[in-house]
């Protein structure tokens, strides 16, 4: 091991992609209400259960499209900063520093 990261930045933007538009995509069909006019106790609380598990999809949702924005903006930091790096050799091999 030579102790060099290399990072295939393509690959890793078209993942990220991917992902974002399956999240985007994320839906789970289910009735709004199975109450109806039923008055048992255990379908009121599946109603509630059901509204818990529609807010929790759109919070997961959020935030993992969040966590893929993140993931973008420290790729492009990186590439920056290899950008930079590589500039800053070159630099330097080319006035013959070492």
């Avoid at 993942?15 to 209400?33: D, F, H, P, V």
Wanted: aromatic share 4%; net charge negative.
């Amino acid at each position: 091991m030579n102790g060099e990261i290399h990072i295939r930045f393509a690959q890793v933007e078209k993942k990220l992609r991917q992902l974002q538009n399956t999240t985007e995509a994320l839906t789970i069909s289910y009735l709004s209400s199975i109450a109806g006019e039923n008055e048992l106790d255990v379908v009121r609380k599946l109603d509630e259960l059901n509204g818990e598990l529609r807010h929790l999809l759109e919070k997961y949702k959020t935030l993992l499209l969040s966590n893929i924005q993140s993931t973008f903006h420290s790729l492009d930091a990186m590439k920056e900063t290899d950008q930079a790096i590589s500039s800053s050799i070159i630099g330097k091999s080319q006035r013959g520093e070492e």
